[in-house]
């Protein structure tokens, strides 16, 4: 159980273009999900908390108009970068807890933007 | 200011042998601790956790080992297999925080 996917995996875009990132959690309803990027050979970095019907928080330093989160149901959450510029190139990584008082998180596949 | 430390950034070992990965925290505030493991272009996978009312934890090959006094865990791999070989992250938490802060992560290789 407890498996979390996203899509795409992998994404190329054009310069000031916007990119939509879904999370799923597949077996498992998931109040809470979270956001983190991942540059090469760094650890993950979160970037937002993102929760079922009400904004999400961001933390400090990551530009909310930039990434936009919306999670509108206990099973999904989009992360859209938008106006995408080449330093937004990374790992973006999703996680879900299955419970409010479960600290484990799952974390999906990840996904590669590229930004040209 | 790196709330979770992982000082080694590689470690090898043999086949067989005892893989002992180390963190440490500085946050008198966390009260569970989780170990993940990642290949490249991959999202971590959960291995074992543990609370902070225990001092260890064993789940199979796997065991983790608290001591709050010195903010220190580690998380022990025995016997190691080639296929462990991967990045090793922990990560720790405060509860009701909700968030995870990782550590930088240490590249363990099993040699055959």
């Known amino acids: 159980g407890a498996v979390v996917s996203q899509h795409p995996s992998r994404v190329i875009c054009k310069s000031g273009t916007s990119v939509k990132i879904e999370c799923r959690s597949l077996?498992?309803?998931?109040?809470?999900m979270f956001w983190y990027r991942q540059f090469p050979k760094q650890s993950l970095m979160l970037m937002a908390t993102s929760n079922e019907g009400s904004k999400a928080t961001y933390e400090q330093g990551v530009e909310k108009d930039k990434f936009l989160i919306n999670h509108a149901s206990l099973t999904l959450s989009t992360l859209t970068v938008t106006s995408a510029h080449p330093e937004d190139s990374s790992f973006y990584i999703c996680?879900?807890?299955?419970?409010?008082?479960?600290?484990?998180?799952?974390f999906g596949p990840g996904t590669r933007l590229l930004v040209l | 200011d790196q709330q979770v430390k992982q000082n080694s950034p590689s470690l090898s070992v043999q086949e067989g042998r005892i893989s002992i990965l180390n963190c440490d925290y500085t946050n008198s505030m966390f009260d569970y601790f989780l170990w993940y493991k990642k290949y490249p272009a991959e999202g971590p996978t959960f291995l074992i956790s543990i609370s902070s009312i225990k001092d260890k934890n064993e789940d199979g090959r796997f065991t983790v080992f608290l001591n709050k006094s010195a903010k220190h865990l580690s998380l022990h791999i025995v016997p190691s297999q080639p296929g462990d070989s991967a990045v090793y992250f922990c990560a720790a938490s405060a509860r009701g925080a909700g968030k995870l802060i990782f550590g930088q992560g240490t590249t363990l290789q099993v040699k055959p």
């Open positions: 077996d498992f309803q998931a109040t809470t």
């Open positions: 996680s879900a807890r299955n419970g409010m008082y479960q600290e484990t998180q799952y």
